[in-house]
Structures are given as structure tokens and as C-alpha cells.
């Protein structure tokens, strides 16, 4: 779900070219997430093994990935810890939603509707321990560093992002990174490069967002921003205050100021919230401001060529010869950094 700030904050396409030599850290279950959800057959069934078991996953990371290391992309993948409490209600939201999403899956299968059936399965996929561990496994043995988060995977990016001076940027689809501080967010850098939508197809590029840019636009501070998070909802706070919306709570940010003025122009409404919707704002900002994050050594890695074909040929029934020619790429690009004097990041 996350943070919905889309239309009041700028932000500017780029070219994959752009990020040629530079370190970025990935918010992992995001990125899974968004395989999970597109790389699927016409009538929206994960891609599988022969045993059945879901391989999406492992494609998007496999090959989307490969794609990005031979753009010369330097990639880090942060994975979720523990998660705070306060983030229960959104994993109840997200179970309600996909009980509707399945019972209209239902419907669309009873009558052939392999467009609907595709648009409704996306809402059904879980991510489970499996899967994330194979992934790992699928990342290290392509040569990309793993981090282990204590809390937030995308805070924990985001921190990175902030205090390492070598790491360009996040790449998250999620606008929360902006609240825990990250100084560039990319979005859709491994999403497909084009989109069908009800008017026809359209080609998406990534996109960069500055934070300090963003604060410039909007003329608030990092303090206010979050608080603007909050009104709006967040994954802490899923529903955020009915009826403001994204202006509306710039408007308020700005006129107030202060957190505390803030949120008590608007203590009414929270107060009229049900129980299970009302929220304390502190402990939000408080998650925002000082998350559960701790610092990591960044480090290369080799390929193990012989992992990744296990993992995907041996274990999930993979093409040889696809697995094979990626490989090559790995190898092709593997040369021209040792000609190049880069070091060894693949």
C-alpha cells in the first residue's frame, strides 16, 4: 500500500544510462512484490515449476537483475526483519483485500475473463519463507550483496542511502523511503519498459525523486513531510484522517507548522475515527523519525555460476540455454571490469 503523494511532488524520468557505475539499495519485498504481481501467464497464474511451485520470483530476479548489472548498476538488496507492531493493520487490510480479490477471481474464471482474472490474481500473491530464501540465495550467488534489515527493509535502505556517501540512491515503488530520509528515490527501475492501460500501451521509464527537492517545492521541512505522510496514511496508519488529501494536507503542514499544532488542529477527527482506525500520531512520527535501523559494511561479491544453475536449472526447471546466455552476459561484463580496473562488483 504505502504513502500516496504522486501528484504534488516532482520528480523527473531518467535513462537506465543514467546510473551506469552507481551503488543503489533496493527495497527487496518491494521489488519481489512487483514480480510477483507481473510476471504471470494471460489468464494472471504465477509462472511455475513442474512440482508447482511459484517461480516468478526467481525469473524477475534472475533476469530483470542481470539486465540492470549489464547497464553497469551496482545493486544491494535489503530484506525485511521483524516488523513493527503498528503495522498490523495493514497486514489486515491487505487479507481483506485479497478475500474480495479472490472471490471476483472466482467470477472472472467462471466466465473466461482472462483480463480480469489477470488484474485480480495480482492481489492474491503472498510472499513466503521460501520464497524470500531462495531469492537471497538466487542474489548472492549472482554476486549481489544481501543485507538483512532488523525492521524495515525500506528504512533500513533508506538509512544507508542517507549516511553512505556512495550509495546514489533507493529504489522502492514506495514514497515512504522520502519519510525515513532517503536523499533520492527511483521508481519502476525493474518494472517492465511498457504498460498496458485501458487507452492503449504506454512506455514507462524510471523515475528520480530528490528529497531535498521535494522540500524545496513544497516549502516545508523533513519533520512536516512526515507529518503530511500521516494525515494522508500511512502503513502505520493505513486509513489516515477521511477526507484530507494530498493538498489539502499540505495546506494544513504549512499552516501549522509545528508537529504538535499540527495534529491537534486535527485531534477532532482522529478522535472520531472507529477504535481500530484511530491512531497516535507520536508513535508514527516517532518510527519515521528514529526507525529500527543499524549500519552495514558494503561489500562485492563473486558469481557462482554453479549456484545459480542449481537454483534455477536443477531445482525449478529453468531453460538451460536462457540460463545459459544471461550467464554469458555475466561473463561479458565480468571482463570488461577486470579491463577497466573497476574492481569486482559481479
Given at each position: 500500500m504505502g504513502l500516496n503523494i504522486k501528484d504534488i511532488i516532482p520528480r523527473k524520468e531518467i535513462e537506465i544510462s543514467d546510473l551506469n557505475g552507481k551503488i543503489v539499495c533496493v527495497d527487496a519485498y518491494n521489488m519481489l512484490y512487483q514480480f510477483l504481481s507481473t510476471i504471470r501467464q494471460p489468464d494472471g497464474t504465477p509462472l511455475m515449476d513442474n512440482k508447482k511451485r511459484i517461480t516468478s520470483h526467481l525469473s524477475g530476479i534472475f533476469y530483470r537483475n542481470i539486465n540492470l548489472l549489464s547497464e553497469g548498476i551496482k545493486l544491494i538488496y535489503v530484506f525485511?526483519?521483524?516488523?513493527?507492531?503498528?503495522?498490523?493493520?495493514?497486514?489486515?487490510?491487505?487479507?481483506?483485500?485479497?478475500?474480495?480479490?479472490?472471490?471476483?477471481?472466482?467470477e472472472?474464471?467462471?466466465?473466461?475473463?482472462?483480463?480480469?482474472?489477470?488484474?485480480?490474481?495480482?492481489?492474491?500473491?503472498?510472499?513466503?519463507?521460501?520464497?524470500?530464501?531462495?531469492?537471497?540465495?538466487?542474489?548472492?550467488?549472482?554476486?549481489?550483496?544481501?543485507?538483512?534489515?532488523?525492521?524495515?527493509?525500506?528504512?533500513?535502505?533508506?538509512?544507508?542511502?542517507?549516511?553512505?556517501?556512495?550509495?546514489?540512491?533507493?529504489?522502492?515503488?514506495?514514497?515512504?523511503?522520502?519519510?525515513?530520509?532517503?536523499?533520492?528515490?527511483?521508481?519502476?527501475?525493474?518494472?517492465a519498459r511498457k504498460r498496458k492501460t485501458f487507452s492503449g500501451w504506454i512506455e514507462i521509464k524510471p523515475e528520480l525523486i530528490e528529497l531535498q527537492r521535494v522540500l524545496n517545492l513544497l516549502e516545508i521541512n523533513?519533520?512536516?513531510?512526515?507529518?503530511?505522510?500521516?494525515?494522508?496514511?500511512?502503513?502505520?496508519?493505513?486509513?489516515?484522517?477521511?477526507?484530507?488529501?494530498?493538498?489539502?494536507?499540505?495546506?494544513?503542514?504549512?499552516?501549522?507548522?509545528?508537529?504538535?499544532?499540527?495534529?491537534?488542529?486535527?485531534?477532532?477527527?482522529?478522535m472520531s475515527l472507529t477504535e481500530a482506525e484511530r491512531f497516535d500520531w507520536k508513535k508514527i512520527f516517532e518510527l519515521f523519525h528514529k526507525p529500527n535501523v543499524k549500519n552495514f559494511e558494503i561489500e562485492s561479491k563473486k558469481i557462482d555460476e554453479e549456484k545459480i544453475k542449481k537454483i534455477l536449472i536443477e531445482e525449478h526447471d529453468f531453460s538451460e540455454e536462457r540460463v545459459e546466455k544471461q550467464l554469458e552476459k555475466l561473463r561479458e561484463l565480468k571482463e570488461k571490469k577486470k579491463q577497466k580496473g573497476l574492481g569486482e562488483w559481479v
Open positions: 525485511d526483519g521483524e516488523a513493527p507492531e503498528l503495522k498490523a493493520g495493514t497486514y489486515k487490510k491487505r487479507e481483506e483485500s485479497r478475500g474480495i480479490a479472490r472471490g471476483r477471481y472466482k472472472a474464471s467462471q466466465r473466461e475473463d482472462l483480463e480480469a482474472m489477470r488484474r485480480y490474481s495480482s492481489q492474491l500473491i503472498r510472499l513466503d519463507d521460501k520464497m524470500i530464501e531462495e531469492t537471497k540465495e538466487l542474489l548472492e550467488a549472482l554476486g549481489i550483496l544481501v543485507i538483512q534489515a532488523p525492521s524495515e527493509g525500506e528504512a533500513e535502505a533508506s538509512y544507508l542511502n542517507k549516511i553512505k556517501s556512495d550509495i546514489y540512491a533507493t529504489v522502492s515503488q514506495d514514497y515512504d523511503c522520502l519519510l525515513f530520509g532517503a536523499p533520492r528515490l527511483i521508481r519502476n527501475l525493474a518494472s523533513l519533520d512536516q513531510l512526515i507529518c503530511l505522510g500521516i494525515l494522508i496514511g500511512t502503513d502505520y496508519n493505513p486509513k489516515g484522517i477521511p477526507g484530507i488529501g494530498q493538498k489539502r494536507a499540505l495546506d494544513i503542514v504549512k499552516k501549522y507548522r509545528q508537529p504538535v499544532l499540527i495534529f491537534k488542529s486535527v485531534e477532532e477527527q482522529i
